[in-house]
Every structure is written in C-alpha cells, then in structure tokens.
C-alpha cells in the first residue's frame, strides 16, 4: 500500500485480492471515520496478458453508511478500470519526463519575496524548504 494524504495504491497479484484488501482497508478506516470518495477511485491494472479483454470497470466491496444499518454489512461499487498506467497524487508515476517538466516549470517560475535589503540565509533555507521541496 502506498498512501499520501488522501490517496492510496492498494498492490494486490489478482483482482480478488484488491477486493478484499480494499474492504479490509474500509473496515479499518470506518473506525476513525474516515470514508473513502468512491467518484476519485480508480483500479490499475499493470501487464494484463495480451489475450485478456479488461472490462471498463470493477466492483469493489465498501462497508455500510446509511443510518441505522449494520456498518459490516457489504456493499457494491462500480470503480473504473485503467490498463497500463498509474497516477498517484495527479501525477503519470511512469512518465520521468513529463514529471521532470512539472517539476522544472515550478522551479523556474518561483519567486522569493522582495523585501528591502538581503535575505537572511535562514529565511531563504525554511521558505526553500516549505515551499519548493515540499512542493517537489
């Protein structure tokens, strides 16, 4: 698993896995209460064999939400299927180049903040640090 923020790849060897590993994870989040946005969900598939057809989207298991029903009690949703490619924070993870011209473009169109006299070199480290690397 792979999570960020909000987001997160669940790595799974076949569909049933994701399945079943995606329910577990929405059992685990329902405690703290968080609920995962199922419009945003997306299931990647990496090297199908070349004779498999992908269907257009998968059903993955969530917990219940509606008031007054059992929370294990399972239901359905329809989340879109992508073959061969992963995005991960909006993000193409397989393409450096694109990646490396987003990166480039905000470095290069950053500015620091004008004031009068110089910077001090402890400034210019936190405003880099907050604003630039953590960006990248």
Known sequence: MV?????????????????????????FQFAYGWMT??????????????????????????????????????????VELICNSLDFLCTQVDDPTARYEELKGFIDTFRFPTIIGRLPLTLIRKIVAQNVISRC
């Open 3 to 27: 999570e960020a923020t909000d987001d997160s790849f669940i790595f799974s060897g076949s569909l049933d896995s994701v399945v079943q590993n995606t329910l577990a994870m929405e059992r």
């Open 37 to 78: 946005q199922w419009s945003k969900s997306r299931v990647y598939l990496l090297a199908p064999p070349k004779d498999f057809t992908p269907p257009a989207t998968v059903t993955c298991m969530s917990i219940s939400t509606e008031t007054g029903t059992n929370p294990m009690v399972n239901v359905n949703h329809k």
